[in-house]
């Protein structure tokens, strides 16, 4: 009715959400199930016909059970191989509220931001274990053993798996950075070098960190990348962000609680 209030139950609700988390502690994971999976509950928990506790549900453990009419009839949260249903009666409001991200394809899911970033997310991760890799081989190329016999012969494969055993051993690892190799019997090594496209590993990984950056509504130069970001820049990134980002999705979780709960306390609307 245009009245601020600065005591009411439902203020004290979300200040206290329940015993081991505070206000900002259920907002950060409400928010953070929704970005990853698209989706977020949270569960009211009722006492003397009133909301006194509110709790955030992992979303791979809830199932939608829907009703003949096409809505939502009921939702089921396993746990432990249990499962609890809530039957989605508004008495005088549902026990489960359901955020999820606009999804053109799906009626009762969202869409996750993480789902349109996973070619760069693999991309990411791919280039990450490919340093990691390097470094783990002495943070260099590898290279080639090659075996010159005589009159042709090969090595046996007995010969082969000891070999192959003392290189793993010996000189993989950056423990054993700049260990001399010991060849003999007719043993010679030849290095191998990497082209420029397969040296340009990191430029890969930061057009896939932007990707992902993009996905999720934050500006690319906020992340740190050489190249992107001046202070100059860098302010009015944090501008764009927050008007752009975490405004409306900060408003988007406040309607969504505020239309969920406000039937609990008919003054309050």
């Known amino acids: 009715g245009g009245r601020a209030l600065d ?28 970005l990853i999976s698209g989706n977020a509950y949270a569960q009211c928990v009722f006492m003397d016909g009133l909301p006194r506790e509110l709790h955030v549900l992992r979303p791979e453990r809830m199932k939608l059970i829907a ?27 549902t026990p489960i509220l359901h955020l999820a991200n606009f999804h053109p394809m799906d009626d009762y899911f969202g869409f996750s931001p993480m789902q349109a970033a996973m070619d760069a997310l693999e991309l990411h991760n791919k280039a990450s274990e490919w340093n990691k890799s390097l ?4 943070a260099r190329p590898s290279g080639a053993l090659v075996y010159s016999g005589a009159d042709g012969a090969q090595m046996s494969d ?22 001399p190799l010991l060849l003999e ?32 509504g934050v500006p690319p ?35 969504a609680m505020m239309q969920w709960l406000t039937p609990a306390w008919p ?3």
């Not at 009703?67 to 089921?76: R, S, T």
């Not at 470094?135 to 002495?138: T, Y």
């Not at 019997?185 to 950056?213: C, H, T, V, Y």
């Open 185 to 216: 019997g007719g043993l010679d090594w030849k290095p191998l070098s990497l082209s420029p496209q397969e040296m340009d590993f990191l430029a890969a990984k930061n057009n896939a960190a932007r990707e992902i950056a993009f996905a999720f």
């Open 158 to 179: 007995t010969q082969f798996d000891r070999l192959k055993a003392e290189l793993e051993d010996n000189f993989q690892g950056s423990r054993n950075v700049g260990r």
């Open 135 to 138: 470094l783990d081989n002495s």
């Open 221 to 255: 130069m906020m992340l740190g990348l050489p190249g992107d970001n001046t202070y100059a820049n860098y302010q009015e990134a944090n501008r764009a962000f927050w008007r752009q980002t975490v405004a409306p999705l900060a408003q988007k979780i406040s309607n």
């Open 67 to 93: 009703g003949q009419n096409g809505w939502p009839d009921a939702y089921e949260y396993r746990q432990s191989g249990a499962p609890l249903r809530f039957r989605q009666a508004c008495d005088p409001i």
């Open 267 to 269: 003054d309050a609307r």
């Open 7 to 34: 005591t009411h139950p439902m203020i004290g609700l979300m200040d206290n959400p329940n015993p081991r988390q505070d206000r900002h502690a259920f907002l950060e994971a409400l928010t953070a199930h929704l």
